[in-house]
């Protein structure tokens, strides 16, 4: 087999003799925009970003976003109004950056979209809920201590922001209003963390919260959802579904939980059958778009959260972190315990999830604390499970491009020196065990590594352009390389 390989180096810009150093990357693949964190916590952006076809340096920024900022991400929008006119390939996106406000003693959130003429304008916000207010100097407050750690993650139309001072992670949709110049922002959800929580993502329907041991899920659309409008009344009680065959218009999910106390709030799996009437927790009727978001959750925040003449309702649900309601789950590392949990049976108890990445639909890639990479597995019917994955060094930094159609998915990985390794997992392995309803204790992955980049400098971060594309910072350069 040959492979061949196309190498870049980016210079990057300096603007002054004391420019800062550019220390993280973000990138949003539909829109090609590309974002530099520097570490005087300002950020450039550079629309249409392709480093093969630009010079050997890295051109002035498009838009420098001014300090300060403690956390960013990227948020693609997808309109759902027909009405209003859009780009013709409709790649939209929004840069959304967090900060400190009064003193840290709220957040200021701030909006920078990318219009149709390709450039990002700080955009104005339309909020009119409890705790969230706009304002045209600095953004959208939020009343919620801002502290020493701010998080955010973005997916289509949708945010979800978590401050660890407070407690607390919001989860709010976004969409294009007017005449597709400013947005309207709607607090769909809190969550009350009585945990503490180390990462979080956002994508491909799904809330994902990292935490010790092991990652907490929550469907996206039973946080947003609120209502459900369905012809069955379901009641859940102990993890299986009753139908009531209640003739309704619009009637609310009832949850009842069993009071058990368990540690770090582990709730038990959810089995073949726990079943939610479709409008809950079948995401597989679901249209996905290119970055894995069911559209049907698109739709509550547009029909759900809105009255008839466009004006937002002013609710929001509030959950608990350890609740396990409306399919909510912990899964731990070795996928060994679940419930009962005692602390002598317990190796993974000072290790936990610091990175959470969306490899597929059904599979998120998870970095703990010790340098270890694992598989989790979402079903369609409610149940996750956790398996690892081989490694030959101990990860600091990855980097994986999301593709659900792909028979194997590519992830990049590095230690944090001077080397890059390419490493292939194969779709076919997990499949199987998913189609047979396995759930071995201890499951193992094999993966292999492929190719390996060595650097002439240390990495500090990288990025995937595609599946076999990837944008490395350096300690003063950009590089990329792709392989076909």
Not at 107 to 114: I, P
Not at 434 to 439: E, F, L, M
């Amino acid at each position: 087999m040959v492979v061949a390989v196309e190498a870049r180096k980016l210079s990057l810009p300096h603007l002054s003799l004391s420019s800062p150093q550019v220390t993280s990357l973000l990138y949003e693949p539909n829109s090609l925009s590309l974002a530099l964190m520097h570490s005087d916590s300002t950020f450039s952006l550079f629309p249409s970003f392709s480093p093969f076809s630009i010079s050997n340096s890295l051109p002035p920024p498009q838009t420098l976003i001014p300090p300060p900022s403690s956390s960013a991400c990227f948020v693609p929008l997808k309109n759902p109004n027909p009405k209003i006119e859009d780009c013709p390939d409709d790649k939209r996106a929004v840069f959304v950056t967090a900060g400190p406000h009064n003193g840290g003693s709220r957040v200021v959130l701030r909006f920078y979209l990318l219009g149709k003429d390709g450039k990002f304008v700080n955009s104005n916000v339309i909020c009119s809920q409890n705790g969230v207010c706009f304002d045209r100097k600095f953004g959208v407050i939020v009343d919620v201590s801002h502290g020493m750690k701010v998080m955010l993650s973005g997916c289509v139309n949708y945010l979800a922001m978590y401050s660890a001072s407070g407690g607390k992670i919001l989860v709010f949709g976004l969409k294009l209003v007017g005449d597709g110049r400013d947005l309207r922002l709607v607090k769909c959800a809190v969550v009350d963390c009585r945990l503490p929580v180390s990462t979080i993502c956002l994508s491909f329907g799904f809330l994902i919260m990292g935490e010790l041991r092991g990652v907490r899920v929550f469907p996206l659309r039973a946080l947003v959802k609120g209502r459900v409008k369905s012809g069955r009344k379901m009641r859940v009680t102990k993890g299986k579904g009753e139908n009531l065959n209640v003739e309704v218009q619009e009637v609310n999910v009832k949850v009842e939980i069993r009071n058990s106390k368990r540690l770090n709030g582990v709730v038990r799996p959810l089995d073949e059958s726990y079943q939610f009437d479709k409008s809950i927790g079948n995401l597989s009727s679901s249209k996905l778009l290119p970055n894995g978001h069911a559209y049907s959750v698109l739709n509550a925040v547009s029909s759900s959260s809105s009255n008839v003449d466009g004006t937002v309702k002013p609710r929001s649900l509030k959950f608990q972190q350890d609740s396990g309601a409306w399919g909510m789950q912990f899964v731990v590392f070795n996928d060994s315990v679940h419930e009962e949990i005692k602390p002598r049976v317990m190796r993974h108890k000072t290790t936990k999830a610091i990175s959470i990445l969306a490899v597929s639909q059904e599979k998120f890639l998870i970095l703990d604390s010790n340098g270890g990479l694992h598989i989790l597995h979402v079903s369609k019917t409610g149940s996750s499970r956790m398996s690892q994955l081989t490694s030959t060094i101990q990860v600091q930094q990855l980097a994986t491009f999301p593709d659900a159609s792909a028979d194997s998915q590519t992830v990049w990985i590095s230690d944090g020196l001077y080397s890059v390794h390419l490493m292939v997992i194969s779709s076919s392995e997990t499949t199987d065990k998913d189609k047979d309803g396995s759930n071995n204790e201890g499951e193992i992955i094999q993966s292999s590594v492929t190719q390996t980049i060595f650097m002439s400098e240390s990495i500090q971060d990288m990025m995937p352009l595609a599946a076999n594309r990837v944008l490395i910072l350096g300690q003063d350069n950009l590089y990329t390389y792709a392989i076909s």
